[in-house]
């Protein structure tokens, strides 16, 4: 089945600089949603974007979807230390019946 | 703001024993999934619930699993006869419609011995 995969797989920033982060997928999806997870803790939802979307803000967050790639970027700018965590992108594929494809995800640690 | 809750934060269990993960989703959600983690590796799939059936799952949602939601508030992931590769995270999510955002809980993490 198609897998989320991040690039890079891990990233070390001062606090202030932006950080981003990639996802490619192999298939055709219905949306694209972006996780965050702290140290053995639960998922945090941090966005959705829709197939037919191109870029979605949030706050600091910035999503793109390429589906002609099939990739989609994060951005996150003026970075913290409470951003440090872990980061996943998960895939609802048109194929599948609501289930999320995770990738393996991004380790993010913003020095202050 | 609401949350998914589930309990045990923990558990640990003989290889060979039952075991019962319960989540309560978002009240007014309709759309209920377990997910798992074992460490250092993707989160998987295990299956969804709709509408008081399975919607879909995934490979690893052999006969040794099973899922019901006994009343109004809570979901239940059972495991008939864990084994030792059963250790891992477990996660409930939730989601008010099909195609929509997954609310997941904090886990509950299985350690089989």
């Known amino acids: 089945s198609q897998q989320g995969e991040e690039d890079p797989q891990a990233l070390s920033i001062q606090e202030g600089e932006n950080a981003t982060m990639n996802c490619s997928y192999k298939?055709?999806?219905?949306?694209l949603q972006w996780y965050r997870q702290n140290s053995g803790r639960g998922l945090v939802h941090l966005i959705l974007?829709?197939?037919?979307?191109r870029e979605k803000h949030s706050g600091r967050l910035r999503v793109t979807l390429d589906t002609s790639k099939k990739s989609s970027s994060l951005l996150i700018t003026a970075s913290r230390a409470a951003d440090t965590a872990s980061y996943f992108c998960?895939?609802?594929?048109?194929?599948?019946?609501?289930?999320?494809?995770f990738g393996k995800g991004n380790q993010v640690v913003v020095i202050p | 703001e609401p949350e998914v809750t589930q309990t045990p934060s923990h558990q640990v269990t003989q290889m060979g024993q039952e075991v019962i993960l319960r989540c309560v989703p978002i009240?007014?959600?309709?759309?209920f999934y377990w997910y798992r983690q074992i460490l250092g590796q993707k989160v998987e799939f295990l299956v969804s619930?709709?509408?008081?059936?399975?919607?879909?799952k995934s490979e690893i949602f052999d006969d040794q699993f099973s899922v019901e939601r006994p009343d109004g508030s809570n979901f239940t992931l059972k495991i008939r006869s864990t084994k030792l590769e059963d250790s891992a995270m477990y996660f409930c999510?939730?989601?008010?419609?099909?195609?929509?955002?997954?609310?997941f809980g904090p886990g509950t993490r299985l350690t089989v011995l």
């Open positions: 998960a895939t609802d594929e048109v194929a599948g019946n609501n289930r999320l494809a």
């Open positions: 999510a939730s989601s008010p419609e099909r195609r929509n955002e997954q609310f």
């Open positions: 974007i829709r197939s037919n979307e």
């Open positions: 619930f709709y509408n008081n059936e399975i919607s879909e």
């Open positions: 009240s007014n959600h309709l759309y």
């Open positions: 298939t055709s999806i219905n949306n």
